[in-house]
C-alpha cells in the first residue's frame, strides 16, 4: 500500500486463528487492485504472540470481552471516514476495496455497505446473498436479515460512532451470542439511515460441517429473536418467512434443509422468551 492518507481502515478482530494472516493478505491485495490506501487494524485478543504481519497492519493487543467490545476498540483506533470490517476466517474478493469506496462515492447518502459472504467450496450455496442486484433499504421496517452480515460490513464512521457503537450484550463471547449486526442496523434505519447491498463485494468464508453449521444457526437465530423483541412488527415477518422456508422444504421433502429451518426456528423463539438483557 501507498503511504498516502488511507481511504477506508479494515478492523479484522480474532482470537488468535492462524488463518488471519490470510484474510490480511487478501485485503492487502484488493486494496493494490483498487490502487487505494487502506488502514489495517487487527484487534488481537490472544494470549499468544500475534503472527508476523505486514508492517503496515496496526495489531491491537484487547482484552478477549466478546465480538462487539473488539470491533468497539476498531472503530474508535480507526482514523478514516469509513470503517470496514469483515472475520478472521474469510478471504475478501478482489474487487472488495473499490467496490465498497465506489459505493460511500455514488451515493453520499449511504451510512453503510455490505455484500454477500460465499463459500470457498465450488457449486456451495452462500452463507449470505440479497440477490444479484444492489438494493438499498431504509425505514425501521425493513427486514435487517436481508441487508447483511457482520462478517462483511463497511460504515461511515460517523453514523456508527452517533449510533453508539456495537451493543456488547451482543456478538461472539457475549450474553447474546449473535445478532450485533441486526442490532446495529435496525437503529441505523431507526435514525432514518441509508443502507445499501452490493453483490460487488464478496467475502468467502469456508464451508462448514452438518455439526457446525447447525450450532451457527442456533445461535444466530437465538440473537434474532433476542433483538427482534423490540419489534412485533419484524417478529412476524421473521416468522413468516421461516414459515415458507420450512413449507419449501416439506414440498420438495428436502431433510437437510427442513432440519436447518426447524433449527432457526426454535433458536428464534428461544431468544423471543429469553430473559436475557
Known amino acids: 500500500m501507498a503511504g ?105 447518502r449511504v451510512d453503510g455497505v455490505f455484500g454477500p459472504v460465499l463459500t470457498s467450496a465450488r457449486d456451495a450455496p452462500p452463507y449470505f446473498s440479497s440477490g444479484a442486484e444492489p438494493r438499498i433499504f431504509e425505514g425501521r421496517h425493513r427486514p435487517p436479515w436481508v441487508i447483511g452480515t457482520g462478517g462483511n460490513m463497511v460504515f461511515r ?58 450450532a451457527a444457526r442456533r445461535v444466530y437465530a437465538f440473537g434474532m429473536g433476542a433483538v427482534l423483541r423490540r419489534s412485533p412488527v419484524l417478529t412476524g415477518k421473521y416468522l413468516y418467512t421461516v414459515a415458507q422456508e420450512l413449507g419449501r422444504s416439506l414440498r420438495r421433502d428436502q431433510a437437510w434443509r427442513r432440519r436447518r429451518t426447524l433449527v432457526t426456528l426454535r433458536g428464534f423463539v428461544s431468544g423471543l422468551i429469553s430473559r436475557r438483557p
Open 157 to 214: 464512521r460517523e453514523a456508527l460512532v452517533r449510533a453508539g457503537g456495537f451493543d456488547v450484550r451482543y456478538g461472539a463471547g457475549a450474553p447474546i451470542g449473535a445478532a450485533e449486526e441486526t442490532d446495529i442496523f435496525l437503529r441505523l434505519l431507526a435514525d432514518r439511515g441509508r443502507l445499501l447491498y452490493t453483490p460487488e463485494m464478496p467475502v468467502y468464508h469456508p464451508l462448514r460441517g452438518a455439526r457446525d453449521e447447525l
Open 4 to 108: 498516502g492518507r488511507a481511504d477506508l481502515t479494515v478492523v479484522v478482530c480474532t482470537l488468535g486463528k492462524a488463518t488471519v494472516t490470510e484474510t490480511v493478505d487478501s485485503i492487502e491485495t484488493s486494496a493494490r487492485a483498487a490502487g487505494r490506501d487502506v488502514e489495517l487494524v487487527v484487534v488481537w485478543q490472544a494470549e499468544t504472540a500475534p503472527p508476523a504481519l505486514p508492517g503496515s497492519v496496526r495489531v491491537l493487543p484487547v482484552a478477549p470481552r466478546g465480538l462487539s467490545h473488539a470491533r468497539n476498540e476498531g472503530l474508535a483506533a480507526a482514523s478514516t471516514a469509513l470503517v470496514g470490517f469483515v472475520d478472521d476466517d474469510e478471504v475478501v474478493d478482489e474487487r472488495w476495496v473499490s467496490a465498497a469506496l465506489g459505493a460511500f462515492t455514488a451515493d453520499g
